[in-house]
């Protein structure tokens, strides 16, 4: 089956460490996105990408960094100079040609320590 | 700027009750409009969408949405609620395809 694989689902860090959260798909879709979700606050995004060896912030990008060598993959890292990185992360993808319904993985937890 | 104002940020109800989530957006160009759900601890999935066309929409589990464009909401319903309805639902807008703006989500919570 078709869809968007996130991992780790849990993780749990250390203040001053970097992490690395893991986003799949296999959908065979164009663009990319990342979530950052807290409590009331809805769905915030950090970065997206719309084709591969290209990406742009979004509205929360300081502290993060992301890479897309190939289609397929979008890896989030939450660096140390993400003040707050205690979250719900969300991947997401959707098809160039289409409306622009968002497909999710099943979300990341990180705790900071 | 676009925005999206969900109205209630919980909505308690009993089971085999009706139930209206409220949804008013902001955009001065035109936007496909989406809902989506969210379980404890999961991703978010589709509910139904708006592109175009008939202003009542139909989406997964019962539940529709009524695109009101001259008071600018999407409002969503259900006629008879289970307690299996229990999630937090979103009300988005996607602007030409690729930009999607969320709002802060309203928790639905099904009583017995």
């Known amino acids: 089956d078709g869809g968007i694989t996130q991992s780790p689902k849990y993780l749990f860090r250390k203040e001053g460490q970097n992490v690395t959260l893991s986003c799949e798909q296999n959908?065979?879709?164009?663009?990319m996105y990342w979530y950052r979700q807290d409590p009331g606050q809805g769905l915030r995004l950090i970065y997206y990408?719309?084709?591969?060896?290209?990406?742009q912030k979004g509205d929360i990008a300081e502290g993060y960094s992301v890479s897309r060598e190939k289609k397929e993959s979008f890896p989030l890292t939450v660096t140390s100079a993400q003040k707050n990185p205690t979250a719900f992360y969300l991947c997401?993808?959707?098809?160039?040609?289409?409306?622009?319904?968002?497909?999710f993985g099943e979300g990341s937890r990180l705790t900071v320590l | 700027a676009q925005s999206v104002t969900q109205l209630d940020s919980q909505v308690p109800v009993f089971e085999e009750a009706p139930v209206e989530l409220r949804c008013n957006y902001s955009?001065?160009?035109?936007?496909?409009l989406f809902w989506y759900v969210q379980y404890p601890n999961q991703g978010l999935q589709l509910l139904l969408k708006?592109?175009?066309?008939?202003?009542l929409v139909k989406g997964i589990n019962g539940f529709e949405a009524e695109f009101n464009k001259s008071q600018t909401s999407f409002h969503l319903r259900k006629p008879s609620v289970h307690i299996s309805d229990t999630a937090e639902y979103f009300c988005?807008?996607?602007?030409?395809?690729?930009?999607?703006?969320f709002g802060a989500g309203t928790r639905l919570f099904v009583k017995a």
């Open positions: 997401a993808s959707t098809t160039k040609q289409g409306s622009g319904e968002l497909f």
């Open positions: 708006y592109l175009s066309g008939s202003t």
């Open positions: 990408s719309q084709i591969v060896n290209d990406f």
């Open positions: 959908l065979n879709h164009d663009a």
């Open positions: 988005a807008v996607t602007l030409g395809g690729f930009k999607t703006i």
């Open positions: 955009s001065s160009v035109s936007v496909y």
